[in-house]
């Protein structure tokens, strides 16, 4: 008989084992793919971060320049202009009377021709006068003297300042350069002024304005409106197959492309109720109608966020139905309406094809002075000039697109705030 012992069973190892064999590879595909998932993440901020920049960069570098504006100094002698003024009649009640009847434009380029020759009128934008008016009437004395004044200059000198321009506007400007007779400022023009023939003279108030005021329509129309179905849906409407209609409805309509909404806009504001055409009224109502369910939707979900132990104690200490839902379930989901309105709103403001269909991209050489007369509106102005063949128009384009971004953080951060302000916890 072999003297052998038998030879030793197998360790076996607990399934939670961690020092396994079977248990470390687990874990360091675990710790792999995790580290995978981290870098992934990482890449796509990282992209999205590098495509922003990109935008940033490239819009601030080529719409800086729309900021700013090349002047040519003129030396103008009123008392050898054809402007007859007396200074007396502009202290009185008829001094724009007065103004608007002297030919301003006329004389300024019988100074620019007298001063720089034939070419002295072309080297003038096409509202040199309007700054020429201004100074007669902030100070009618100078109609007795000669005076320096720096005008707008023509856009071949303007592109020429920026190096983009003509062998025509770089002789021009080459002579003016010579004797220090062109500078380049700050062009308040364009944040004050309305939409023009000339890019040099263009001016993008016109078209803020027309923006606030369709963004003050459609804030007033949805916001209460939404708010008020959200509430109505989630704490008072019956649950049968008619409100599961409505509720798939207002889903669907979140989806529905924009121009949709213009073409309703079109049918029923302006050939059915016969609204006038091209005011941020209409604008404003058909934007609404497209803004409207993103509130009601954002808004459903932020009250049922609200825990039902604030309903329940409410209603506990003698509280009414409605001062449940106004004094206690409205201010706690109230930062979530907000966010679902900025993001509405955010989406109403870029919006250019409702807008176009209900003819908000006529020609507005004026800011309006309400909600019913025409007006433009910023993506519309922008699409508008980025059709437009002179180059002078390319970085006007780009500087309203600043303008634009601006508007819109500015609205998104004011809305922040009050999220923030009426945010409570509990």
């Known amino acids: ?89 502009l202290k009185g009640f008829g001094a724009e009377a007065a103004l608007a009847g002297a030919d301003i434009d006329g004389a300024v380029r019988a100074a620019a021709t007298a001063q720089y020759g034939q070419a002295g009128a072309g080297m003038l934008s096409d509202t040199a006068w309007l700054r020429v008016r201004d100074a007669i009437r902030s100070d009618p004395a100078i109609l007795g003297r000669t005076v320096t004044l720096w005008l707008p200059a023509s856009n071949e000198i303007d592109l020429a300042a920026k190096s983009e321009a003509s062998p025509e506007g770089e002789r021009l400007y080459g002579r003016l350069q010579a004797s220090d007779a062109v500078r380049t400022a700050f062009n308040w023009n364009f944040l004050t002024g309305s939409d023009a023939t000339d890019p040099s003279a263009v001016g993008i108030w016109g078209a803020f304005k027309g923006s606030l005021l369709t ?27 008619w409100t599961d209609m409505i509720e798939v409805s207002i889903n669907n309509l979140a989806a529905v492309p924009s121009i949709i909404f213009g073409l309703l806009g079109l049918a029923v504001f302006l050939n059915f109720m016969h609204l006038p055409r091209s005011a941020p009224l209409v604008g404003g109502l058909t934007l609404a109608l497209m803004t409207m369910p993103v509130i009601v939707i954002a808004g459903r979900n932020a009250i049922k966020s609200v825990p039902p132990s604030i309903r329940d104690a409410a209603l506990g200490i003698g509280a009414s139905r409605v ?67 002179s180059r002078g128009f390319v970085e006007k384009t780009s500087a309203a697109i600043i303008v634009l971004l601006v508007f819109l953080l500015a609205m998104n951060g004011l809305a922040i705030y009050l999220r923030n302000k009426f945010e409570r916890r509990w």
């Open 1 to 89: 008989m072999s003297d052998m012992a038998p030879a030793a069973a197998p360790v076996r190892r607990a399934p939670t084992d961690w020092k396994a064999d079977a248990m470390q590879r687990r874990i360091r595909s675990r710790y792999a793919a995790e580290r995978r998932f981290r870098v992934l993440g990482l890449g796509a901020v990282l992209l999205s971060a590098a495509f922003l920049a990109f935008l940033l960069i490239t819009m601030v570098g080529n719409g800086i320049r729309g900021f700013t504006q090349a002047e040519v100094r003129f030396d103008i002698d009123f008392r050898k202009s054809a402007i007859f003024l007396d200074p007396a009649t």
């Open 215 to 241: 963004m003050l329509v459609t804030l007033a129309l949805a916001f209460p409106i939404g708010v008020l179905s959200a509430v109505y849906l989630e704490e008072y409407a019956p649950r049968n197959r």
């Open 323 to 389: 001062q449940v839902v106004f004094h206690h379930v409205l201010p706690l989901a109230l930062p979530g309406i907000l966010t679902g309105t900025i993001i509405g709103m955010a989406r109403a403001l870029g919006e250019t094809a409702p807008l176009l269909m209900i003819g908000m991209r006529a020609f507005i050489a004026s800011p309006p002075g309400g909600v019913a007369e025409p007006a433009t509106v910023l993506p519309v102005q922008i699409f508008l000039w980025s059709d437009e063949v």
